[in-house]
Protein backbone atom coordinates (compact mmCIF):
# COMPACT_ATOMS: atom_id res chain seq x y z
CA UNK A 1 0.00 0.00 0.00
CA UNK A 2 1.23 3.62 -0.81
CA UNK A 3 2.58 5.62 2.07
CA UNK A 4 2.55 9.05 0.27
CA UNK A 5 -1.51 10.71 0.13
CA UNK A 6 -1.32 11.46 -3.38
CA UNK A 7 -0.20 7.83 -4.54
CA UNK A 8 -3.03 6.28 -2.24
CA UNK A 9 -5.53 8.67 -4.11
CA UNK A 10 -4.39 7.06 -7.64
CA UNK A 11 -4.69 3.73 -6.52
CA UNK A 12 -8.21 4.65 -5.41
CA UNK A 13 -8.92 6.37 -8.89
CA UNK A 14 -7.02 3.50 -11.04
CA UNK A 15 -9.71 0.96 -9.24
CA UNK A 16 -12.36 2.92 -10.07
CA UNK A 17 -11.35 3.41 -14.10
CA UNK A 18 -10.25 -0.06 -13.94
CA UNK A 19 -14.00 -1.41 -13.11
CA UNK A 20 -15.38 1.21 -15.84
CA UNK A 21 -12.91 -0.26 -18.31
CA UNK A 22 -14.08 -3.71 -17.17
CA UNK A 23 -17.61 -2.55 -17.80
CA UNK A 24 -17.43 -1.03 -21.23
CA UNK A 25 -15.11 -4.32 -22.64
CA UNK A 26 -17.72 -6.92 -20.64
CA UNK A 27 -20.71 -5.12 -22.45
CA UNK A 28 -18.45 -5.11 -25.64
CA UNK A 29 -18.10 -9.07 -25.63
CA UNK A 30 -21.61 -9.70 -24.80
CA UNK A 31 -22.57 -8.20 -27.99
CA UNK A 32 -19.80 -9.80 -29.82
CA UNK A 33 -21.38 -13.23 -28.37
CA UNK A 34 -24.96 -12.08 -29.51
CA UNK A 35 -23.81 -11.38 -32.70
CA UNK A 36 -21.93 -14.59 -33.33
CA UNK A 37 -25.35 -16.67 -32.14
CA UNK A 38 -27.25 -14.30 -34.49
CA UNK A 39 -24.76 -15.57 -37.42
CA UNK A 40 -25.36 -19.24 -36.12
CA UNK A 41 -28.51 -18.97 -36.45
CA UNK A 42 -29.14 -17.56 -39.93
CA UNK A 43 -32.30 -14.72 -39.60
CA UNK A 44 -30.86 -11.57 -41.25
CA UNK A 45 -32.79 -9.35 -39.64
CA UNK A 46 -31.38 -10.75 -36.12
CA UNK A 47 -27.83 -10.45 -37.57
CA UNK A 48 -28.37 -6.79 -38.77
CA UNK A 49 -29.50 -5.66 -35.27
CA UNK A 50 -27.22 -8.15 -33.58
CA UNK A 51 -24.46 -6.20 -35.90
CA UNK A 52 -25.62 -2.80 -35.64
CA UNK A 53 -25.40 -3.15 -31.53
CA UNK A 54 -22.09 -5.03 -31.67
CA UNK A 55 -21.06 -1.72 -33.71
CA UNK A 56 -22.18 0.60 -31.24
CA UNK A 57 -20.60 -1.26 -27.90
CA UNK A 58 -17.41 -1.43 -29.90
CA UNK A 59 -17.50 2.15 -31.18
CA UNK A 60 -18.20 2.82 -27.23
CA UNK A 61 -15.24 0.96 -25.89
CA UNK A 62 -12.92 2.79 -28.65
CA UNK A 63 -13.79 6.43 -27.37
CA UNK A 64 -13.65 4.99 -23.79
CA UNK A 65 -10.20 4.29 -24.75
CA UNK A 66 -10.67 0.85 -23.70
CA UNK A 67 -10.02 -0.85 -27.16
CA UNK A 68 -7.55 0.74 -29.89
CA UNK A 69 -9.45 2.09 -33.12
CA UNK A 70 -7.15 -0.30 -35.23
CA UNK A 71 -8.30 -3.28 -33.07
CA UNK A 72 -12.01 -2.10 -33.54
CA UNK A 73 -11.58 -1.29 -37.17
CA UNK A 74 -10.44 -4.95 -37.20
CA UNK A 75 -13.19 -6.66 -35.25
CA UNK A 76 -15.78 -4.54 -37.30
CA UNK A 77 -14.48 -5.61 -40.49
CA UNK A 78 -14.49 -9.70 -39.45
CA UNK A 79 -17.85 -8.98 -38.54
CA UNK A 80 -18.83 -7.56 -41.77
CA UNK A 81 -17.56 -10.65 -43.55
CA UNK A 82 -19.08 -13.13 -40.75
CA UNK A 83 -22.59 -11.45 -41.85
CA UNK A 84 -22.32 -11.31 -45.30
CA UNK A 85 -21.25 -14.99 -45.32
CA UNK A 86 -24.28 -16.25 -43.57
CA UNK A 87 -26.90 -14.52 -46.18
CA UNK A 88 -27.58 -11.30 -44.58
CA UNK A 89 -27.30 -7.83 -46.80
CA UNK A 90 -24.88 -5.37 -45.49
CA UNK A 91 -27.10 -2.09 -44.26
CA UNK A 92 -25.91 1.60 -45.50
CA UNK A 93 -25.33 3.36 -42.26
CA UNK A 94 -26.45 7.02 -42.71
CA UNK A 95 -23.66 9.64 -42.05
CA UNK A 96 -24.01 11.90 -39.65
CA UNK A 97 -25.10 15.52 -40.44
CA UNK A 98 -23.11 17.68 -39.70
CA UNK A 99 -24.02 21.46 -39.34
CA UNK A 100 -23.62 23.41 -41.61
CA UNK A 101 -20.27 25.06 -41.98
CA UNK A 102 -20.35 29.14 -42.32
CA UNK A 103 -18.18 31.36 -43.96
CA UNK A 104 -16.40 33.83 -41.78
CA UNK A 105 -17.92 37.57 -42.87
CA UNK A 106 -15.89 39.10 -45.31
CA UNK A 107 -13.95 42.09 -43.85
CA UNK A 108 -14.24 45.71 -45.31
CA UNK A 109 -11.10 46.67 -47.10
CA UNK A 110 -9.38 49.58 -44.51
CA UNK A 111 -9.51 53.28 -45.94
CA UNK A 112 -6.61 54.53 -47.25
CA UNK A 113 -4.93 56.82 -44.82
CA UNK A 114 -3.91 60.15 -45.90
CA UNK A 115 0.13 60.77 -45.88
CA UNK A 116 0.86 63.12 -42.73
CA UNK A 117 1.76 66.44 -43.54
CA UNK A 118 5.38 66.92 -42.00
CA UNK A 119 6.24 69.85 -40.49
CA UNK A 120 9.17 72.06 -42.51
Avoid: C, W, Y
Avoid at 30 to 35: M, P, R, T
Avoid at 88 to 115: F, G, R
Amino acid sequence: MPIIKSARKRVKIAAKARARNAQTKRTMREALKAFSKAVAGGKAAEINEAQRQAISAIDTSVKKAVIHTNKAARIKARMAVQAKAAGAKPTKVAAKKSAPVKKPAAKKPAAKKTPAKSKK
